[in-house]
T-cell receptor
Framework: EDQVTQSPEALRLQEGESSSLNCSYT??????LFWYRQDPGKGPEFLFT???AGEEKEKERLKATLTKKESFLHITAPKPEDSATYLC???????????????FGQGTILTVHP | EAQVTQNPRYLITVTGKKLTVTCSQN?????MSWYRQDPGLGLRQIYY???????DKGDVPEGYKVSRKEKRNFPLILESPSPNQTSLYFC?????????????FGEGSRLTVL
């Protein structure tokens, strides 16, 4: 069974204190890994897609990287407005259909203090 | 503005009283899906639709029904709600040309079943 684990569950940073969030996976045939941001009371907002080990994507203070077993979301010099829950999801060959299966992690709650 | 609109946003109901949560998207997306989000369990897929008149079960379809008569609408029907269906529900969509995990989410519908 595909498993996606995000760590830590919660992370508190001071403004400007860089850090990383982790998404590790044990899946059958990775087709893609996706990062989302979710603000309180809102739906998840798509950030990045990564398809193969070694791939990196950047957007403002965020950089997502992918290895064969995990993905990291690096946050450089975070600001209070980066506070949110960050979700990762993996698309795999599981599910018994050509469509495959999308499995979400439980998320990391990031709080950035001024 | 491109968006996925869900209604109602908040609903308190009683066991057994049929209800429908509507979802509408204005982006002409072929794919639409319903998820529920529960603490500690993350986002789990209920049903999805690849196009009009094409629907299929996700991971947790029991107790739910869907229909896709028009491209823009994908209502979620709870024929006889039970307390274990108390949850935060999200509708999502994407065009067929985008990656499987690159979803546009609505703002959520918080349902409480007493």
């Amino acid at each position: 069974e595909d498993q996606v684990t995000q760590s830590p569950e919660a992370l508190r940073l001071q403004e400007g204190e860089s850090s990383s969030l982790n998404c590790s996976y044990t899946v059958s045939g990775l087709r893609g890994l996706f990062w989302y941001r979710q603000d309180p009371g809102k739906g998840p907002e798509f950030l990045f897609t990564l398809y193969s080990a070694g791939e990196e994507k950047e957007k403002e203070r965020l950089k997502a990287t992918l290895t064969k077993k995990e993905s990291f979301l690096h946050i450089t010099a975070p600001k209070p407005e980066d506070s949110a829950t960050y979700l990762c999801a993996v698309h795999t060959r599981a599910g018994g259909t050509s469509y495959g299966k999308l499995t979400f992690g439980q998320g990391t709650i990031l709080t950035v203090h001024p | 503005e491109a968006q996925v609109t869900q209604n109602p946003r908040y609903l308190i109901t009683v066991t057994g009283k049929k209800l429908t949560v509507t979802c509408s998207q204005n982006m002409n997306h072929e794919y639409m899906s319903w998820y529920r989000q529960d603490p500690g369990l993350g986002l789990r897929q209920i049903y999805y639709s690849m196009n009009v008149e094409v629907t299929d079960k996700g991971d947790v379809p029991e107790g739910y029904k869907v229909s896709r008569k028009e491209k823009r609408n994908f209502p979620l029907i709870l024929e006889s709600p039970s307390p274990n269906q108390t949850s935060l529900y999200f509708c999502a969509s994407r065009p067929q040309t985008r990656g499987t995990g690159e979803l546009f989410f609505g703002e959520g519908s918080r349902l409480t079943v007493l």
